[in-house]
């Protein structure tokens, strides 16, 4: 009795049906994935060599670091930073994952802070946020992008000990079980990279057979990964490029495989990017600022942000690559969940979950909610955000309530997956996947069950747009029951109330009037980009309970 009374008091009710039925015996827990030895056993420690390289030649100098969400930090020679904390995840992750390099092009406040740091948190303490392997991914991927391009920091025999403890603490942390596929590509990356450096070449082909098996993982059929986010997979294909151009330098006749999974990575990021920009759906990369990846997308200026940095040559190699890679089939896109429509004067970006998205996915619990551009104009956009770091947004970030779409009775349409949920539940809970497909004057969604929404048997969202720049989204929802719905928009544009039902929307050259069959309630909320930054956004929330079947529409027409 008393286990039934703990799952009463539980709040998620996917995870009380979940254990009631397993209480039943009406579920079975789901398969457990093994990986083979080759990228989970780390080969015996290599004797690492002296760094590859030039040293750094900026002396020390006084500054700010410039942590997320407009956190400064001064730096100045002879400071110390023992036992120093953040309450933000997400501040501690920028501080020691050096993110904030991005700020520092010559190198000086590197040469101010590394020896600091090194006095402060040499200790390889997996403990301390220092050390959490995430972090010594990136810290070891922004100071040997640095070093590339200006040189290592002194004094060089701690340099060589620390990197060589960043070496063995990757290594270390690819053994265990239970992480998900992008940090151990990424953790991997950073083990490469540094083995690379060290002379240390069982350790380095070690880690280029986990990035290339965890990058065959993740990436679908049309190129897109797995992990429901443009930004996310921007990130993956940096993680590819960067290698390729690592490998390139040290082993000429390695880098083929690296230069196939990175072609296959960058052929659907020209369908991503719509005319006014990538837009950023589903999780965002909270360590790096806003644009620091722009210059992977084909059109975009390579000059700027991460490619900027690079040597002139290899910017230039890349770049070439870059822009020959161009995903021609759209249906595999669209089959992979992702959908692409261009239609009169309109652009769209349309995402739907492949699954349900878990603790350690990139994906957002909201449906029916895509990124439309008219006219190169954003109007419609996705708010973004990440779970790490308040300044990011938070867990709420994923939630429905955070982005336009389908909502009913307050509950999430996607629920938060676990690893322990079966096929044969998720489909009890939802039923069939959402799917999408493009129509001749627009697309469609179609979706079974959703969460929250027992007596729902299916539904149907239709977005119809028109030369002059109209646009219509038409609701069909079957079943039975009474519910509270919420259809959302999110914009950019300025937006100024009408009537009770009717709104209008300025902005960009674009001037638009928006028209529901419920009233229309306004409020402010924040499109977060990475690194702590955020902008105002206008969410357009028009609210109604409703018998099913039920049918309704939203029109948008110029004013």
């Not at 057979?209 to 940096?238: M, N």
């Not at 880098?255 to 589903?282: K, V, W």
């Not at 008219?374 to 990440?386: E, I, Y």
């Not at 009775?409 to 096929?423: K, L, N, Q």
Request: glycine fraction near 12%; charged fraction near 20%.
């Amino acid at each position: 009795m008393s286990v039934f009374m703990h799952i009463r008091d539980l709040d998620d009710p996917v995870e009380r049906c979940w254990l009631v039925g397993r209480a039943l015996k009406r579920w079975k827990p789901a398969a457990t994935t093994t990986l083979p030895p080759e990228v989970t056993v780390p080969p015996a420690p290599d004797a690492p060599g002296r760094p590859a390289g030039r040293d750094l030649a900026a002396p020390p100098a006084r500054g700010r670091m410039e942590l997320p969400g407009s956190r400064s930090l001064p730096l100045f020679p002879g400071q110390s930073w023992a036992g120093y904390r953040f309450d933000d995840p997400a501040l501690a992750a920028a501080f020691h994952g050096f993110s904030w390099l991005a700020g520092d092009p010559d190198g000086g406040l590197l040469a101010t802070f590394w020896p600091a740091w090194i006095d402060a948190f040499a200790d390889d303490d997996a403990g301390q946020p220092a050390w959490q392997p995430d972090i010594v991914a990136e810290r070891t991927l922004a100071l040997l992008g640095a070093a590339a391009r200006i040189g290592l920091p002194g004094p060089a025999s701690a340099t060589a000990a620390s990197l060589t403890a960043h070496v063995r603490c990757l290594a270390t942390s690819l053994s265990r079980a239970g992480t998900p596929p992008m940090r151990r590509l990424r953790r991997a990356h950073a083990l490469a990279r540094a083995a690379l450096l060290l002379a240390m070449p069982a350790t380095a082909d070690f880690g280029l057979k986990v990035v290339t098996f965890e990058a065959g993982r993740l990436l679908c059929r049309s190129g897109i990964s797995a992990l429901g986010s443009t930004h996310f997979h921007l990130l993956l294909c940096q993680s590819l490029a960067d290698l390729w151009l690592a490998v390139r330098r040290h082993r000429p006749q390695a880098g083929a495989p690296l230069e196939a999974l990175l072609r296959r990575a960058l052929a659907p990021m020209s369908a991503l990017r719509l005319p006014g920009g990538l837009p950023l759906i589903g999780d965002i990369a909270e360590s790096l600022p806003p644009g620091w990846l722009d210059g992977l997308v084909r059109g975009n200026d390579p000059t700027v942000g991460w490619t900027g940095r690079l040597d002139g040559a290899d910017r230039d190699l890349l770049t070439r690559l870059r822009d020959d890679c161009c995903l021609a089939d759209l249906e595999t896109l669209r089959a992979d969940g992702w959908l692409r429509a261009d239609v009169g004067p309109w652009s769209g970006l349309w995402h739907v979950p492949q699954g349900w998205p878990d603790a350690d996915s990139h994906d957002h619990q909201d449906l029916g909610a895509p990124e439309l551009h008219l006219r190169g104009v954003p109007v419609f956009v996705d708010p973004g955000g990440s779970p790490v770091g308040a300044c990011n947004g938070g867990a709420a970030c994923r939630a429905a309530a955070a982005h336009g779409g389908l909502q009913l009775d307050g509950t999430d349409p996607i629920p938060c997956g676990r690893p322990h949920y079966d096929d044969a539940f998720r489909r009890h809970v939802t039923g069939r996947l959402p799917t999408l497909a493009a129509e001749f004057d627009g697309a469609t969604l179609e979706f079974g069950r959703l969460a929250g929404a027992d007596g729902l048997r299916e539904g149907h969202r239709h977005w119809r747009f028109s030369d002059d720049g109209g646009l219509v989204i038409e609701d069909l929802l079957n079943g039975n029951g009474r519910y509270r719905l919420d259809r959302r928009l999110v914009t950019p544009l300025a937006v100024e109330r009408v009537s009770g039902n009717e709104v209008g929307l300025a902005g960009g050259g674009v001037a638009l009037r928006l028209t529901a069959d419920a009233p229309v309630t306004l409020s402010e909320v924040p499109r977060h980009a990475g690194y702590g930054d955020s902008r105002p956004l206008t969410m357009i929330d028009m609210a109604g309970t409703i018998n099913l079947p039920w049918r309704g529409s939203i029109r948008v027409v110029p004013a």
